[in-house]
């Protein structure tokens, strides 16, 4: 069974995205947004561990006016997508995944940030080998500072179980996480990332068996794997860091151009590992720079 595409009826709107699903090989349905003519020149944005497709809303829309399609896919696990009964969240079912949805769009350009970026790595460089157009890595590389990482993964434990009694509690421990970002007056934002269930309490919006359960997300952990994926990627590519991250460090910079010696690479100041949250419109545009030298 290969995967499905089906159109929401009424999701579109002259000012809003159209609504996509994607049924996969397992039976999992995953949900995405849609910008722009299905004509143009596709471009899938797949999130990082534990945000969803709304990460990339003001990028999809500039893609979109920049002549593209773009499909800002939920992973699954995260936003409106399926949860995996069984718990799968390793990084060989996040690649199965994207690869099937890329063939269903037709030789997309892949922009992959930390999660998503990583089910790019293996898709497009293991057999059987996505069809992209070219990838964008986003602040994620086949070597990683694992003391980076491990901050992530601790703060998306926090508060697993528990969650959080207002929004305002929410965005404080995402204001203590990311001290450099200003907090948000306007929660609106960060109410698409968490959910209120039955008891009254806010947690957010992925399955917590992503990052505790006995199948859970494991692909940062394979540099090996990872670098013999990249070195075997045909198409161009891209690697965009922040260049405050402490997942992404010059050293993996380096060793990925030794991978990729024709890559391009932009180091975006002023930006962390949340690359497009931190400076969306520099990111932006290192992007559709990028696509226009493709052209």
Known sequence: MTSSLVRAAGSSSKSGPERLTFQIKEGLVLTADAYGDPANRPVLLAHGGGQTRHAWGGTARTLAEHGCYAVSLDLRGHGDSDWS???DYQIDYFADDVRQVAAELGRPVMVGASLGGLSAMVAGGEEPKADFAAVVLVDIAP???IK???RVLDFMRDKLDEGFATLEEA?????AYLPE???PTDLKG???NLRRRDDGRWRWHWDPKFVSGDRKVDGARKPDRLAAAVKNITCPMLLVRGRMSDVISENSVR???EL???????DIARAGHMVAGDANDVFTEAVTTFLDELR
């Open 171 to 175: 965005a404080d421990a995402v204001a």
């Open 143 to 145: 070597h990683i500072e």
């Open 255 to 257: 060793k990925f151009l």
């Open 190 to 192: 960060l109410e698409k």
């Open 181 to 183: 970002r200003p907090r």
């Open 148 to 150: 980076g990482s491990e």
């Open 260 to 266: 990729q010696p024709t890559a391009r690479f932009v």
């Open 85 to 87: 009964p069984a718990g």
